[in-house]
C-alpha cells in the first residue's frame, strides 16, 4: 500500500504531514511520489488565506477522475481548514467520494480512523474541538535530511484580529522541556533543527520559558544549528536576546512579523505593540546581535487601512530594512474579529499597495544580497539546486539561501563559501573551505 501526501500552508503543517506519514509507515504503508501510485492520497490543508481553500477545493475535485478508475483509493482531507465546521460539511458535501475528513487535534488517532473506514466502508469524520493534551507518542517520518523540525509548542492565545489560527489550532499548549531535548537528542544525524510553534517566545514549559529551553537545548544535544519560528515582537524577552547573542549555535535570524507599519492598524489588528514599540525592538536586537537577521510577514489592505497607514508600512520597511519579507493581501476570514469590521479597503487599492511593497522589498532585498559579495560565509549543504544539477545549495545561518558547485556527497556537511555573486533570492558562491 502507497500513500501521498499533499500539504498547503505553514512548516507547522509540513511538520504535521511528517507525523501522519509516521503512522501510516507504521501501519505498513510506503511513500510514493505520485498520486497515480497511490492507494491513500490525503491533503493537509490550510485555511489562514482565501486562496488556500480555493486551492485545496480545486484539487480535491480533480482527484474525482482517479478515484473513479480506482475503487479502491482512499482519499482523506485534513488540518486546519477540516476544523472550521461549515467549511468541513461544504467539503463533504461537495465531494462525496471523500472517505475520511478529521482536524488538527486527532491526528494521533489516525490509525482506528482508517481502520473504521475500511471495516465499515464508510466515511468516517472525526473533528474535536481544542484538544488540551498533547500526544508524545506519534512516529515521525521525516524525509528532511540534513534539516529536521521539532515541535515545541502548540495553539495560539494572542487573537490578532484578523487572524483564524487561534480559532482553528485552540490554546497555547507547550511540550516539555524533556520531551524536547529527548527528541532532538534522537535526531543525531541531522544537523539543523528548527524549533516549530506559532508564537515560541511564549513557551513555557512547565516554568521554563523559551530562553530556557534554547539554553537547555545547547547544553545538553549536540545538534550544530539551532533555529525557530515565529517570535511575536511583544514576547521577545531581553534575556532571549541575550541567549541568542551568547550561543553560536543559534541562527543569526529572527523571523519578526510587524504585520502593518502604522500604530493605528497595529492596534485594530489587536498585536499589542506600537510603531515606536517595534522599532525600538529592532534597534535593541541589532545593537546586541549585530550580524542578526530579520525578516517579517506584512499585510496590506487591512479593512480602515488609510494611504497615510499604507505610506507608513513602506516607511517601516525602509528604516528596517529587512532581508527579506512575506507580503499578504487582507484576507477576510469568517469568525474573526476583522471580519465584522467596516471600511473595507476595495480590492483595486490593496492590488496597488500589495506591488509598491513587493517593489520596495524586492529591492532591498537585493541591496542586502549585494552586500554579501565578497564575504565569505558558513553554508549548510542541504540539496542538489533545481536549477543547476552541478550545484548544491544551502543556506547560511542568517537563512540566505546560497548555491554553489558541488554534488550530493556534499549535503549535510558545512562549507565555508566566498559570494562570488548576490542576486534577488539567491547567493552564488565558491567554496574556500570545507568545514564538515
Ligand atoms: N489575511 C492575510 N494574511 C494573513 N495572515 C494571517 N491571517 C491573515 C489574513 N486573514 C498572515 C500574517 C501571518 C502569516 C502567517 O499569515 O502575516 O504572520
Ligand atoms: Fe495568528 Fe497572531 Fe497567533 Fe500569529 S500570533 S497565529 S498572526 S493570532
Known sequence: MKYHIITYGCQMNEHESEKIAGILESLGFEASKSKEQADFILFNTCCVRENAEHKTFGNVGALKKLKDENSSLMVAVCGCMMQQQSVAQKLAETFPFVDLIFGTHNIHTLADMIGDCILNKQRVVSIQEGDLSIHEDVPVTRHSWPLASVNIMYGCNNFCTYCIVPYVRGREKSRSAKEIVQ????????????????????????????????????????VPRIRFMTSHPKDLSDRLIDVIASQPRICRHIHLPVQSGSSNILAAMNRGYTREQYLELVRKIRKRIPDIALTTDIIVGFPGETDADFADTMSLLQEVKYDSAFTFVYSRRNGTKAAEMENEVGKAVQKERIMKLVALQNTITEQKNKCYEGKTVRVLAEGISTRDQGHVCGRTGSGKMVNFAGNKDMIGKFFDVEITEGKKTTLFGRITQEQG
Request: with cysteine; glycine share 16%.
Open 183 to 222: 527528541e532532538i537528542q534522537g535526531l543525531k544525524e541531522y544537523r539543523e533543527i528548527m524549533l516549530l510553534g506559532q508564537n515560541v517566545n511564549s513557551y513555557n514549559g512547565g516554568g521554563v520559558d523559551f530562553a530556557g529551553l534554547l539554553e537547555t537545548i545547547c547544553a545538553q544535544t549536540d
